[in-house]
């Protein structure tokens, strides 16, 4: 049996989506599969239907019982479909990594899964792990059991950015558990339509050369439904995108990883990252591999030499074949904007991160850049975003209690944009954006600080109200 360890600590990246219908595609191959769920959400079971009240055991369960008495599969494991098995979570599996949990005092307590899975090994000819959204114990077990390991990369430039972390983290991880596993980057969320998604999925091929899969999961709403009601998206709709994506990515499994039989020869993680740092190095020490902005630099730089590789022209006019059709004059403003940003000069916009770098920016950008992100009026703040970004959108912060949906962003199909005026007390808010149900951060706000799982929040800052009313007038 071998074993495939889905993994990135980022979430919106479809690490679970993955995960069950790259598990169900590999069934429909004709492989025998068992799904194994290592995030204490209990997604898997959820997506494939499996009410998590009607649970007897889980996989914690089962890395907690001494290797000399028996698992009971009958109790452990659920028939999702054909080919298919699940051995599910709960939500106390992110209990076992507390000093009490069980786990935490164990001599073997990394390879506890590593275990389990030996149990079973003769069952079924592939394993693919979900893992926990948290660097802990339980990702140390879903990672001392790989083989391969697969990392979903959302095809925007954070997930980029955070590509080269992960796979960093990756092989710390690896160093430390002495482990080679093969490694791979999957472009997940990929919306073809979008220039700056095609440039960045160059980008992640140029960066991480021939161990990006071939395979590419494009965006499919389709996706998400799937999972609502319980089903992996080739027994809900076999004609959908999705669908034939993950049925290519199981054929490029099948054929490039060996699973019905030897495994190639490992690819070194080396080779992926040769100077990736050490998660024992102190963290005031610049851990960046060489290459990679660092978190405290302007992340325009790398997103100017990208665009201008691409070769990008500026917005076509209004009456030129490839002007949008039957566009009011404000939508064509705010595209319009929208590809000037996208621009190598427009890429040049002041970005403060951690050490407040800043590049004085053009007229164009600047005019740009004024239509979305954030702004302040007498009447509170006002978050402004691109109509076509998504079918819903949403906002998100300290201010709701992190609500993807207490605050909803309006239509405003005149000006072709979602827009929010909130009117909130002075002092420094964090937010994200919500759309379509995928948390992001704002492109259009440069104003970002990193949350404790190393995602990036947008920040607004509100002064009093006499300032804010002498900064609008």
């Not at 649970?55 to 008495?69: E, K, N, S, V, Y």
């Not at 004609?239 to 054929?251: C, I, N």
Request: glycine share 6%; aromatic share 4%; hydrophobic share 40%.
């Amino acid at each position: 049996m071998r074993t495939i360890t889905i993994i990135n600590q980022k979430g919106g990246c479809g690490k679970t989506t993955t995960a069950i219908n790259l598990a169900a595609g590999l069934a429909r191959a004709g492989l025998r599969v068992l799904l194994v769920d290592m995030d204490p959400q209990s997604h898997c079971a959820a997506g494939l239907g499996i009410p998590e009240n009607k649970i007897d055991l889980d996989i914690g369960d089962a890395m907690l019982t001494p290797p000399t008495r028996p698992v009971d599969p009958g109790r452990l494991l659920w028939h999702a479909g054909r080919n298919l098995d699940l051995a599910p979570s709960r939500m106390k599996l992110a209990g076992l990594e507390s000093p009490r949990g069980g786990l935490a005092d164990r001599p073997d307590r990394e390879r506890r899964l590593s275990m389990v899975l030996e149990r079973f090994q003769n069952d079924y000819d592939v394993a693919i792990v979900d893992s926990s959204p948290s660097i802990g114990l339980l990702t140390y077990n879903a990672l001392c059991s790989a083989n391969i390991v697969l990392i979903p990369v959302e095809t925007g430039y954070f997930s980029l950015q955070g590509a080269t972390k992960q796979v960093s983290t990756i092989k710390s991880l690896a160093k430390r558990l002495g482990l080679t596993p093969q490694t791979w980057l999957l472009p997940t969320i990929h919306d073809e339509t979008s220039s700056v998604a095609r440039d960045l999925l160059d980008e992640l091929r140029r960066r991480f050369s021939h161990h990006v899969i071939p395979a590419i999961v494009r965006r499919d709403a389709k996706l998400k439904d799937a999972a609502s009601f319980g089903q992996s998206i080739h027994e809900y709709d076999p004609e959908a995108e999705g669908s034939h994506d993950y049925l290519r990515l199981a054929e490029w499994c099948v054929a490039t990883l060996g699973l019905r039989g030897s495994l190639p020869q490992t690819v070194p993680l080396d080779d992926l990252l040769p100077d990736a740092p050490d998660l024992d190095e102190p963290a005031t020490q610049d851990t960046t591999p060489e290459g990679t902005p660092a978190a405290g630099d302007s992340i325009t730089t790398e997103l100017n030499r990208v665009m201008a590789n691409a070769g990008l022209s500026a917005a076509p006019a209004a009456n030129s074949p490839d002007s949008p059709t039957g566009l009011s004059r404000a939508a064509e403003l705010v595209q319009r904007a929208q590809r000037l940003l996208r621009r190598p000069e427009a890429a040049q916009a002041p970005l403060r991160l951690t050490d407040n770098v800043e590049v004085k920016p053009t007229k164009a950008a600047e005019s740009a850049k004024s239509l979305f992100g954030v702004r302040y009026t007498s009447q509170g703040v006002l978050f402004m975003q691109p109509l076509n970004a998504g079918a819903t959108m949403a906002i998100a912060g300290t201010f709701n209690n992190w609500s993807p949906s207490a605050t909803p962003m309006h239509r405003n199909d005149a000006m072709g944009v979602w827009e929010l005026c909130l009117p909130l007390p002075p002092g420094e808010h964090q937010y994200r954006l919500v759309v379509d149900g995928v948390w992001r951060p704002d492109e259009f706000n440069p104003e970002v600080v990193y949350n404790p799982f190393g995602e990036p929040n947008n920040l607004c800052s509100v002064r009093t109200t006499t300032e804010t009313l002498s900064t609008s007038a």
